[in-house]
């Protein structure tokens, strides 16, 4: 009697692909234990019962569907197929996988997609300036940046990011001048040799919780993935009274 592969997740489905992440194995490498692992639960003959899911019992072929070129295992992002057989003590050959004990795939390999992690993409509304008089107490805060200025954020694996204040900051140009309850710390400049201090010019900028007055600021947004990629972009803004 043919042997049963059940499948291991439910993204398995024909003629479905199935999205692995690099990241998510040691050393980004995918080995043909680790497709063992993740794509079946389960493999079961008549006679012999359970058949431990390892790469002695199962023969696990990898083909790179870029150039259709047999591979030990799967280092780089890309599309592969994977085929998987496995022998009996009666020397039957199982190659059909199922999704679930009653539904068959009807199909003796798998379509795989392989991914390496991206950033999220922060999308910006095409805002630059701001009307002081049109906010709360005529104090603009971060969340008011981020409702008004952040469109979306879409991670590749995590989809649509949430994002609040604690996503922004703001930075004041202008004069230096003493830090005021508004001021959280000064950014001063890093020479080549490692060392830091003032450049005696009048343009500086400070970071600041929030706006109350005109001028101009760069808003500074950074979001994180659950993978811990991050993407950051600054974003210049002028702030007017009337």
């Known amino acids: 009697m043919d042997i ?3 499948g291991g997740t439910n993204s398995i489905s024909s003629p479905q692909t199935t999205n692995v992440y690099l990241q998510d194995y040691s050393g980004s490498v995918i080995t043909k234990q680790n497709l063992l692992d993740i794509l079946l639960s389960e493999i ?28 030990d295992q799967i280092s780089d ?9 496995c022998e009996d003590s009666d ?8 999704q679930t004990k009653q539904q068959s795939l009807f199909t003796d390999y798998i379509k795989l997609l392989v991914r390496t992690n991206q950033p999220p993409v922060i999308f910006i509304n095409d805002i630059h300036i701001f009307k002081l008089s049109m906010f709360n107490n005529s104090i603009i805060t971060r ?3 981020d409702n008004q200025m952040v469109y979306t954020v879409i991670d590749d694996r995590d989809g649509v990011i949430q994002t609040n204040i604690l996503n922004v900051r703001i930075f004041q140009i202008g004069e230096q001048a003493t830090a005021g309850t508004n001021s959280i ?30 001028g101009e600021y760069i808003i500074n947004f950074r979001v994180t993935d659950s993978d811990g990629a991050s993407t950051a972009c600054n974003i210049p803004i002028c702030v007017y009274i009337t």
């Open 44 to 71: 079961w003959d008549e006679r012999d019962g359970d058949i431990l899911r390892h790469i002695n019992n199962v023969q696990v072929d990898i083909t790179r569907l870029s150039d259709n070129v047999l591979i």
């Open 4 to 6: 049963i592969a059940y």
């Open 185 to 214: 710390d000064w950014f001063y400049p890093t020479y080549p040799d490692g060392t830091s201090g003032i450049i005696f010019q009048d343009v500086v900028e400070t970071e600041i919780l929030f706006i109350n007055e005109i």
């Open 77 to 85: 992002q890309g599309y592969y197929s994977i085929k998987m057989s």
């Open 91 to 98: 020397g039957n050959v199982g190659t059909e996988f199922w």
């Open 143 to 145: 969340s008011d940046l």
